[in-house]
């Protein structure tokens, strides 16, 4: 089992409707997650962080966790053209330093 | 603002040449990494640091090397570029206690 797995996508959605991203993980030592947002050409940046069981709101995002089943999504609730995006998805290892990434999943907000 | 600043943004070197890319991050952050991306491929790391002179490989260590001389500056050196290293090169660097990364701007480099 990879690390940490994201559907490629691409996924597209219609302009505000909600976008639903997944990610799976495979290290239960694992405490906090991070989903990160990358641009066409350009560096990933972090939008969103979650550190324990539950929802996490922010804006038009929000980051749920599942640690019993090793399992984080990310909505974007009212999606724009602007979302469009690869959004990745981070975990950083229990047992050391490491900080590991999904493939990510390219998002298209169809106008 | 945390910044994390890669030395160049576009780099083009001959198959054989000793490359050096450099890192270097603003906030006082104690580890730093440096990961490929290639398409299809996601972000790979190739090996990280999380103090002064220590080093961790990644997943993909071979046919790289780094240097930490100080806490600041993390580097990546190709000791023989080759065509299989043409990618995209991102530096991050993070707080041991919020692990969160700030990434570089990336280098785009090419082996020909």
């Known amino acids: 089992q990879k690390e940490v797995e994201q559907n490629s996508g691409p996924l597209s959605v219609p302009e505000g409707a909600i976008a639903s991203l997944n990610c799976t993980y495979s290290?239960?030592?694992?405490?906090?997650f991070f989903w990160y947002r990358q641009y066409s050409g350009k560096s990933p940046e972090l939008i969103m962080s979650?550190?324990?069981?539950g929802d996490k709101e922010d804006g038009r995002f929000t980051a749920q966790l599942n640690k019993a089943s090793q399992y984080v999504s990310l909505l974007i609730r009212d999606s724009q053209p602007s979302d469009s995006a690869t959004y990745l998805c981070?975990?950083?290892?229990?047992?050391?330093?490491?900080?590991?990434f999904g493939k990510g999943t390219r998002l298209h907000i169809l106008p | 603002d945390v910044k994390v600043t890669q030395s160049s943004r576009y780099l083009v070197k001959r198959t054989g040449e000793k490359v050096f890319l450099e890192c270097v991050q603003d906030?006082?952050?104690?580890?730093m990494f440096w990961y490929r991306q290639d398409p299809g491929l996601g972000l790979r790391l190739i090996y990280f640091?999380?103090?002064?002179?220590?080093?961790e490989k990644g997943d993909i260590p071979e046919g790289y090397s780094v240097s930490r001389e100080k806490k600041e500056r993390f580097s990546l050196i190709l000791e023989s570029a080759s065509t299989n290293q043409t990618s995209m090169y991102l530096c991050?660097?993070?707080?041991?206690?919020?692990?969160?990364?700030?990434f570089g701007q990336g280098t785009r480099l090419t082996v020909v």
């Open positions: 981070a975990v950083p290892r229990g047992r050391d330093d490491k900080i590991i």
């Open positions: 906030m006082d952050h104690e580890n």
């Open positions: 979650i550190y324990s069981n």
């Open positions: 991050a660097s993070s707080l041991e206690d919020t692990r969160i990364a700030f």
């Open positions: 290290d239960r030592g694992s405490q906090s």
């Open positions: 640091s999380y103090d002064v002179k220590m080093k």
